[in-house]
Each structure stands twice: as structure tokens, then as C-alpha cells.
């Protein structure tokens, strides 16, 4: 065995070895910092449906509704076919609902509060 004179430099690592942890660093921390780990999230509890503020003829922001009970204005609720479960599903669901909005300029009416 050969033992190490002073002042000889350590041993090199492989650069194979650093490229590797650096990028399962890298993969790591990006999946952390974007939510791809939250992918499966629910965009509301079990008991409640997702819903959206219309201002105008834009739809901003959401929140959740318990199921049986009607939105509340300016709150106005995803057309049955693009109700999102996930929040990996939310952004291009409310991309479609405006691009539907704006395409067929049929505004839907905010539910009106009970007197």
C-alpha cells in the first residue's frame, strides 16, 4: 500500500462522480422549488368543488365550495368537463374556461346571494 508523501496532493475525484451529484442536486432542488412534488395535491377537500372569481369577463383567483352549496358572487363554477381534481390540472383548466369565455362571449352569470 502506498502511503501519501507531505505535501502530495490528494487523490482527484472522477469528474462522473460530481456530475452526477451535482445534477441529482440540481433535479432535487427544482422539484422542490416548482411543486412537481405536490403534482397530486387536490385542488379542494373531498366535500367541495373548485370555483373561480369572474371580474367582468376574466377569471381570477379561485376558491373552494362545499359541494350542495351554490357559489356565492362574483364566485362562478367550472363548466362539468373541466372541473380540475388536481392542481396539476387547475392552470389549463382556466385556460380553457377564458379561451371559451372569450371565444363565445356568453359570460356566465355569477350566482345570484339568497335574500
Excluded: H, I
Amino acid at each position: 500500500m502506498r502511503t501519501k508523501q507531505c505535501g502530495e496532493a490528494p487523490p482527484a475525484r472522477s469528474w462522473g462522480s460530481l456530475a452526477w451529484r451535482a445534477a441529482t442536486l440540481a433535479l432535487g432542488a427544482g422539484a422542490l422549488t416548482t411543486g412537481c412534488l405536490f403534482a397530486n395535491e387536490r385542488v379542494c377537500m373531498e366535500d367541495e368543488y373548485p370555483v373561480l372569481v369572474l371580474d367582468g369577463d376574466r377569471l381570477k383567483g379561485g376558491a373552494c365550495v362545499r359541494k350542495g352549496e351554490p357559489p356565492q358572487p362574483p364566485y362562478v363554477r367550472y363548466p362539468s368537463d373541466l372541473e380540475p381534481t388536481y392542481l396539476r390540472e387547475q392552470d389549463g383548466a382556466t385556460a380553457e374556461f377564458q379561451r371559451r369565455l372569450d371565444e363565445d362571449a356568453s359570460v356566465p352569470e355569477p350566482t345570484p346571494s339568497p335574500s
